[in-house]
């Protein structure tokens, strides 16, 4: 017979062998976690013209998350430094922890130089995307534009303008459907029912469009109809025109248009 500690203790040992029986194992609570890997964005940020930077320009490089359509870009990682006499090409290397850079989000890394006081006064215009399943990318160089040279994109930057008809088909509600470009190379608005926002871009009189990211609202199907033209020919869109009365119309290279006015 065996006596009641070498019993208990035959006991524990069973219970422990068939713990490991159905897989379990002993996890020591003090070990440390592995450290997850950085990612790295380097690139430059350069004009064409030869105009010389003030002594003590800052340089600015954020990398955003451009996901939602509904909300404006969050600053995941940015650096800032003086530019300290240095001109053009200015070189900037981003690192981001792995975790902060989701695979199914998007990202976009803009550049800005300002004065000594904050002013900016070089920028890019249009969004550099970042691929998030990447460890090491280099974006290369990010032109960048004078920010006194953007006003003259004929009243297109800063007002929202409210479409008023979709290529001679009018509108159900023509308060509901507005487009808007940012100084910083974005575009955002609402097509009806959903909102939008997306990268723009200016080259002369050209105007390019997109990808636009949307917010996915249920919409009632003549609604979601009427969006669905609206942000084809938005997409598509080439060139624009103001008149005096501030009215706007973009057109694509086929003749559609969207008739604006602010």
């Not at 997850?36 to 955003?64: E, M």
């Not at 430094?81 to 290397?93: H, I, K």
């Not at 509108?171 to 608005?189: A, C, E, H, P």
Request: aromatic content about 6%.
């Amino acid at each position: 017979m065996f006596n009641k500690p070498f019993t208990a203790v035959l006991a524990m040992t069973m219970l422990a062998l068939g713990g490991c029986a159905t897989g379990a194992r002993y996890v020591d609570p003090q070990a440390p976690i592995a450290e997850l890997r950085d990612k790295v964005v380097t690139g430059n940020a350069s004009y064409r013209q030869r105009i010389a930077l003030p002594a003590r320009a800052k340089f600015n490089v954020r990398l955003l998350d451009v996901s939602r359509a509904d909300a404006r870009s969050v600053i995941i990682a940015k650096e800032t430094r003086e530019t300290a006499g240095q001109q053009v090409p200015l070189p900037f290397s981003i690192r981001v922890k792995e975790q902060d850079l989701k695979t199914n989000m998007r990202y976009a890394v803009r550049a800005t130089i300002t004065d000594p006081e904050g002013n900016p006064i070089w920028t890019t215009d249009t969004v550099h995307s970042v691929d998030p399943t990447r460890f090491e990318q280099d974006l290369g160089t990010l032109n960048m534009v004078r920010v006194g040279d953007r006003p003259a994109a004929s009243g297109l930057i800063g007002p929202q303008f409210k479409v008023e008809d979709i290529n001679q088909t009018g509108l159900i509600d023509k308060s509901n459907v507005t487009v808007q470009f940012s100084q910083d190379g974005r575009v955002s608005g609402s097509a009806g029912c959903n909102r939008f926002t997306g990268d723009y871009s200016i080259e002369e009189q050209s105007l390019r469009i997109g990808p636009l990211a949307v917010t996915r609202r249920a919409c009632v199907p003549a609604l979601g109809n009427q969006e669905t033209r609206f942000l084809a020919i938005l997409q598509d869109v080439t060139s624009w025109s103001v008149n005096s009365n501030g009215s706007v119309l973009f057109r694509a290279d086929d003749g559609r248009y969207l008739a604006a006015i602010r």
